[in-house]
């Protein structure tokens, strides 16, 4: 087996016993990527800075240094700041200028030992979900080159489940780990915010964005989360057995594919054999509190934390020049009016927050009433749209708007702050199909736990490629 089929674990095994050099596992990462550059997973890839890194990785682990990612090519999305490589943040105007400084995320990686493999492709601004960017180009599912890999964070699992790097860090405002994660048939944490900090990337939310691991299994999630976190416990011991989650009765399992609904229900019926309890939960007005709060709360803070993030990162752009320079039309719609008359009001950001409350105090509320653990549904409730649907997807025979479509499950857990995970279940049209858990924020660990426990239930969902 090649080591590119590998994960993280599997890959820290053999460097620590010296069954694999650093170096080789570049060099095959590295034919990877060349061999799947049709894909536009990375924006930049430097292969000399990679086999330098892991020259060095090896010294090391010849010196006896022991390390979480000592040796691990780890891809971070291009919002996120490394003085290795330019951050763009898909946009124009940031175009190979390098930061002055690592994100805080970034350093934490080098610190494990990790080497930053390069910069993964993203939706322009992260302001979308196909990562169409109309300045670093279309990023396509390794699964099938035809259909969308998600976003924000696209390029993050396209590298992944390329077989490009074994692990990669994106960011996740509405769904932008979660979504590319399913759709790329991957692991994608999103945690609660805060617990990652987001020092050093380009931001559209602070009240809404977090940087989240992407990888091939659960367990390769739960290092990367302990080392971009500093969390040294371990991970709890959970049981399915007599545990019980909760299935939102309101929006989540509503007007699914049909496809994506037979892998999930089946998933669920799984999931009743192991012993959990499935219990149904009611969450009243989740779609009109997640409505109220949502893109008002990051509209009006996009305007307000991009400039801050310009001027304390010394990027030598204002946010003016950013949005003039914007070229992806979607994305153009979006933020131009809001540094016009579309912007947002500080009464009407107001309420939003107010209405973020109410919507956390509904999640808080269903919980203890029903003494779940956590919630489960379909991540997405289609598979990869084409590349050729821009802006709409077909969902039950009717034309949907693509964006609200695929973020529709991921986004009220991301207004209320929660932790969310998804891990692949299986495919419908050979595509993969993920299932997403929802905690109550700080339960991270224990969702983290619970996934090990789910996915113990699945077969290993395998790109084409690797079989």
């Known amino acids: 087996m090649s080591s590119a089929h590998l994960g993280v674990h ?28 049709h894909l536009h997973g990375y924006v930049v890839f430097d292969e000399e800075k990679l086999l330098k890194q892991a020259a060095d990785a090896d010294a090391r682990l010849a010196a006896g240094v022991d390390l979480p990612l000592l040796g691990v090519p780890v891809a971070l999305k ?18 190979g200028a390098v930061p002055v400084a690592d994100a805080d995320v970034t350093l934490r990686l080098r610190a494990a030992g990790a080497l930053i493999a390069g910069k993964a492709n993203m939706h322009e601004l992260a302001f979308g979900i196909t990562t169409d960017n109309h300045v670093t180009g279309q990023a396509c599912n390794p699964w099938n080159a035809e259909r969308i890999p998600g976003g924000s964070s696209g390029g993050s699992g396209v590298v992944v489940a390329a077989g490009m790097v074994p692990a990669s860090v994106g960011t996740d405002t509405g769904g932008s780990v979660r979504v590319p994660a399913a759709l790329c048939g991957l ?38 989360d302990s080392v971009m976190t500093g969390t040294s416990a371990a991970l709890p011991n959970v049981s399915l057995a007599g545990l019980r989650l909760g299935i939102p009765e309101n929006l989540f399992w509503e007007d699914l594919d049909q496809g994506v609904r037979s892998v999930a229900e089946s ?19 989740v779609s009109e509190l997640n409505a109220g709060a949502g893109f008002p709360i990051a509209l009006y803070e996009f305007v307000r934390d991009m400039k801050d993030y310009l001027y304390y990162a010394k990027r030598g752009v204002t946010i003016e020049e950013l949005v003039a320079g914007v ?51 379909p991540t997405t409730p289609v598979v990869a749209a084409k ?48 299932l997403s858990l929802d905690g109550l924020p700080g339960s991270d660990r224990m969702l983290l736990a619970l996934g090990l426990e789910i996915e113990k239930l699945f077969p290993a969902v395998s790109a084409p490629w690797m079989r």
Request: with cysteine; glycine share 8%; charged share 20%.
């Open 10 to 37: 599997d890959l820290r095994a053999q460097l620590r016993t010296g069954a694999l050099t650093s170096v080789a596992l570049a060099h095959e990462l590295i034919e990877r990527t060349n061999a799947q550059h």
């Open 267 to 285: 998933a669920v019926e799984r999931l009743c054999v192991a012993g959990a309890h499935l219990v149904s939960v009611a969450l009243p007005s």
């Open 387 to 434: 590349t050729s649907e821009k802006t709409e997807v077909v969902l039950n025979g009717k034309a949907q708007p693509l964006f609200p479509t695929f973020i529709r499950n991921t986004d009220p857990g991301s207004n209320a702050g929660l932790p969310g995970l998804t891990l692949p279940v299986g495919l419908s049209e050979g595509m993969p199909v993920g």
């Open 187 to 224: 692991v994608g944490l999103r945690p609660t915010v805060g617990r990652v900090s987001g020092k050093g990337i380009a931001p559209i939310s602070t009240t809404r964005d977090t940087a989240g691991p992407m990888a091939r299994s659960v367990a390769d999630c739960a290092l990367l």
């Open 327 to 377: 070229k992806s039309p979607d994305v153009k719609a979006i933020v131009t009016p809001l540094l016009q008359d579309g912007a947002i009001s500080e009464s009407g950001y107001r309420q939003a927050l107010l209405t973020r409350t109410r919507l956390q105090e509904m999640y808080a509320q269903a919980f203890m009433t029903y003494g779940i653990q956590a919630l489960v549904f």
């Open 78 to 95: 291009d919002n996120i700041d490394s003085v290795d490589f330019p951050s763009s943040a898909g946009a124009e105007r940031l175009m």
